[in-house]
């Protein structure tokens, strides 16, 4: 079975630009999180979808943002990127709400 | 507020040296207990989930075990290929969010 997949795997923007992740669940997965990880902070947690629905969202301004489509497949997308939003980003994905989450590879956003 | 904090920060290890790693977390009504490891570059991988205290789960040179404050990871007899950050996050109930820890960076040494 595939694990999840991200895309793309690096990538490098400059401040006040916007981008977007993409990340394939395992096959039949339907929760999708995302997590921001950096040297300081850890891993920390952005949003959880599931069934095309946002259903948490962590302590992130709302330049974060994210979506679900009916395949499970999820973007999240950060608007107006400033210096500190460089990190990795990883998603993970469950069968269902609260069942164990799995990651994927990961993208490592640089913002210059 | 979930909190999880895990000791060492690091650890170097002769191969063969058994330890422990340690997580301590505070978390309203826990669901479940995470372990992943990490190489460099690579996002976690799945290790254990421990679910109530007294719960005890082994993966070839790895036990997992979890009481009503911390979870300890022990590595038996670690080899080179051990070398990985080992993360601990909680889940609370009702939630599928995890709550990490920063992490113990372990280096196993030949």
């Known amino acids: 079975k595939a694990g999840v997949t991200q895309t793309p795997r690096y990538l490098i923007k400059t401040r006040g630009q916007q981008v977007t992740l993409s990340c394939s669940p395992i096959?039949?997965?339907?929760?999708v999180s995302w997590y921001q990880q950096t040297p300081g902070q850890g891993l920390q947690f952005l949003f959880e979808y599931f069934s095309e629905t946002q259903r948490n969202k962590g302590n992130f301004p709302g330049r974060f943002s994210g979506r679900q489509f009916s395949n499970s497949r999820s973007e999240m997308n950060v608007s107006t990127l400033e210096l500190g939003d460089s990190a990795l980003y990883l998603c993970?994905?469950?069968?269902?709400?609260?069942?164990?989450?799995?990651f994927g590879p990961g993208t490592r956003l640089l913002v210059l | 507020e979930d909190q999880v904090t895990q000791s060492p920060e690091a650890l170097r290890l002769q191969e063969g040296e058994s330890s422990s790693l340690n997580c301590s977390y505070t978390v309203s009504g826990l669901r479940g207990l995470f372990w992943y490891r990490q190489d460099p570059g690579k996002g976690p991988e799945f290790l254990f989930t421990l679910y109530s205290a007294g719960e005890e789960k082994e993966k070839e040179r790895l036990k997992a075990t979890l009481t009503k404050k911390e979870s300890f990871l022990h590595i038996t007899a670690p080899k080179p290929e051990d070398s990985a950050t080992y993360l601990c996050?909680?889940?609370?109930?009702?939630?599928?969010?995890?709550?990490f820890g920063k992490g113990t960076m372990l280096l196993v040494s030949p």
């Open positions: 096959s039949g997965h339907r929760s």
């Open positions: 993970a994905s469950a069968r269902d709400q609260q069942e164990t989450q799995y």
């Open positions: 996050a909680v889940q609370a109930g009702g939630y599928s969010t995890l709550t």
